[in-house]
């Protein structure tokens, strides 16, 4: 379209211009959509790693947790373990006892029985 400004414009004219202003703002939609999908991309990315380093969190205060009372109930468990070991040994002295002194008995019952048959 060239001219001074004071020659009559025609149809092809005008077509050229549209054409031209049609691609200038698709152009510019264009450019204003990536500008936005970078945006969102960077908007998403950050809430991404905000919910990872959360969910990162949350599982490590779970897992602390967890081991605290997994600790506790070793605890429990191992003074009842002594308790219940110290208790069965009790009971195997008491039963060694026992048993030494029915053997004694019995010893000394063979021993009246084989003098009083001489």
């Known amino acids: 379209m060239e001219g001074n ?3 009559p414009v025609t149809r ?3 077509e050229a211009f549209r054409g031209e202003l049609v691609k200038q703002i698709g152009d510019v939609v264009d450019t204003r959509i990536r500008q936005s999908e970078e945006k969102l991309g960077e908007q998403f990315a950050l809430r991404f790693q905000h919910t990872e380093e959360q969910f ?3 599982l490590h ?3 602390t947790r967890l081991l605290k009372a997994f600790y506790q109930y070793q605890e429990h ?3 009842r373990m002594r308790k219940m ?3 069965i040994s009790n009971m195997d002295t008491a039963s060694d006892l ?4 029915l053997e ?3 010893i000394e019952i063979e021993r009246k029985i084989l003098d009083s048959g001489r």
Do not use: H, P, Y
């Open 5 to 7: 400004g004071s020659a």
């Open 12 to 14: 092809a004219d005008l």
């Open 56 to 58: 990162a969190e949350g």
């Open 61 to 63: 205060d779970a897992e």
């Open 77 to 79: 468990s191992d003074v």
């Open 85 to 87: 070991s110290a208790d």
């Open 98 to 101: 026992r048993i030494n002194n």
């Open 104 to 106: 004694r008995r019995v």
